[in-house]
DNA sequence: CCTAGCACTCTAGAATTTCTAGTGCTAAAT
DNA sequence: ATTTAGCACTAGAAATTCTAGAGTGCTAGG
């Protein structure tokens, strides 16, 4: 590829980002002091070679899913980032009182604001936390039936919180639960979350047989518990998740209809998670949850926070801009 | 209005819930056992009266809001629930591990399934529980910076749960703030969450100078965490939010766009709250919400839980079957 | 009060036309 | 070996016309 195809595949490709029209021959002229007939034939050469593509025979070129690809890794040069959009990250950032996961959250809420496109932070999985802290706090009886509830709640190491209301069964004594919730507090504290209920069953039961009268319903009390916090879902934030709706790529309803079930399905969104520790970048077919969107994503590890950040949006993406603010970030985190 | 004018206004009411086009005199003979011109010159009137509409000169009738409302409120009668369904609701209901809210959640969801709508459940809001705990658990320390970090968990009498990490400053020592919480913890249960703070600054403060070093930050620390706790929004859990995008009156992405930024709007769906004992119907305009919903609602009221439940659906809802859902659903649990 | 009949209205969809922005290719110019 | 001018050609977008069909409203007679 020569060098003004290359140049040319950029503005192609710049322009195409910006108008979301396919780029014609004649509108390129003037950045190449060039007749039209030369670009259309390196336009033609560039579509041989698979960057470029027509949406019929008679219209101007959009970059292919390889166009963009060529873009991303060779030609695109990062963006200066205005003084407004670093104050107002930087505000958030240096706040001391917000812990780091919440200032991040929110960064990646400015983050979508200034870009218009959709925000995801998904949290550490739970299995790398480690237990903390269980507590059992008895409620108002129900006045009605006379059932006992309570509240179990689990802090683990990193902050997170989990709770967890429940009927307890009349044979069950509160005192014991509480007893037992103090016992595993001294005995597991520090074990990863989802070895908790094997030793549970293995240390826990064994030893409490002799000072807990039903032991037994006491043990699988704590073990549901335990595993309904660590079934439950790692926390996955969105910030302007109805920016989606303004891509003109969506106006079908069919397809808008489609994207949005995606967003929804938290299994589908878990994927996007990654653990490559640059900031990378995903077109189309690539990004593995829909062929019509470009998703840049980065892993952050802070001390104990840790986490993936990823922005969706089209894969006619301002893909400049969103790598030099997520690297911003990330490396602020970082430092 | 006379008798086959009521009959014939529910016929095209349910004719035009089931098929969604307009309905024709001709549609109608065989039901009335008169000419078609005896229909039109009826529906001619219903249409002075406003309770039908045309989309033009020459199409057939739908009803108009006015009509919905003469429908639900005079015309429409109690479906019988199918066997499935009800066992469905049941086996929910009747599962006594569950917590009455959570059962609630999870049968609203059925809900949306059957009848394609979306569902609310909105819990009570939270200035009317009590406090119940309140704990400081220390985290580990972060590594880099040295900075102590620490969670605050609220518990409220009805069992909501609410955490809030926080970076605490030097000065304020671990042990100090631990020990105020236990001195809240004993003066202050039972006070309304929204009282807190006040009775804080009032009973407290003057308690813990003596006590505590700090105590000036540390009070404000439990100020400025109570003042989060209420703040933050009470929960409202949908069912089946992606029916919306299935109603034919969003076939365009405009108005799709707008009804999905209205429930992504916390503000306004809590504006659906009720404290209507009925089972209720406000369609259209009613609604304060969106003039192309209809939105049934209730409240529940069962022993310490409360709440509003509504099924949110276009106006030309199955009335019928949604309320007669609602109701059962209202009635099995506040029996 | 009902109904048959007819003129009239409006829409949805197909077919036709026109306009225009773009391309591809060839042959000449640099 | 490139570049360029020129021209034929293409596909879509928008405007226009046409047609069929499903309705209605109204009048006059049963």
Chains 1, 2 share one sequence.
Do not use: W
Not at 35 to 47: C, P, Y
Not at 49 to 54: A, H
Not at 56 to 69: A, L, M, N, Q, V
Not at 178 to 196: C, F, M, Q, R, Y
């Amino acid at each position: 590829m020569g060098d003004r195809q290359e140049a040319l595949l950029r503005e192609i490709v710049e322009a195409y980002i910006q108008t979301f029209k396919p780029v014609s021959s004649k509108s390129l002229v003037d950045l190449f002091n060039c007749s039209s007939a030369t670009i259309r034939n390196d336009m033609a050469t560039l579509e041989d070679l698979g960057y470029l593509e027509k949406e019929h025979t008679s219209s101007g070129r959009i970059p292919s899913e390889k166009g963009y690809r060529y873009y991303v890794d060779n030609l695109m040069h990062p963006r200066e980032l205005t003084g407004e959009d670093i104050l107002k990250l930087q505000t958030i950032l240096s706040n001391n009182q917000l812990v780091v996961s919440d200032a991040i959250t929110k960064c990646m809420e400015i983050i979508s604001d200034i870009t218009h496109y959709t925000s995801v932070v998904i949290g550490p999985s739970k299995s790398s936390n480690t237990l903390k802290q269980i507590s059992i706090i008895p409620l108002d009886q129900e006045e009605a039936t006379g059932d006992k509830r309570v509240v179990a709640v689990l802090v683990t190491n990193k902050g997170i919180v989990e709770n967890k209301q429940v009927n307890i069964s009349r044979d069950i004594n509160l005192r014991e639960l509480i007893k037992t919730s103090e016992i595993i507090n001294k005995a597991l504290v520090g074990t990863p979350l989802d070895k908790v209920t094997e030793r549970l069953e293995l240390e826990i039961k064994p030893k409490i047989k002799d000072v807990i009268e039903r032991y037994d319903e006491v043990c699988n009390f704590f073990s549901s518990a335990f595993q309904d916090f660590t079934m439950s879902n790692s926390d996955v934030v969105f910030g302007g998740k109805t920016n989606i709706l303004d891509f003109k790529e969506y106006s079908e309803p069919d397809k808008l209809k489609d994207m949005i079930s995606k967003l929804e399905n938290v299994e589908l969104v878990k994927r996007i998670e990654t653990d490559e520790n640059d900031v990378n970048v995903f077109i189309g077919e690539e990004t593995e949850f829909d062929p019509d969107v470009t998703i840049i994503k980065t892993h952050y590890q802070a001390g104990n926070d840790e986490g993936t950040l990823a922005i969706i949006g089209p894969k006619r993406m301002e893909y400049d801009k969103v790598v030099t603010l997520l690297n911003f970030l990330k490396n602020y985190i970082e430092k």
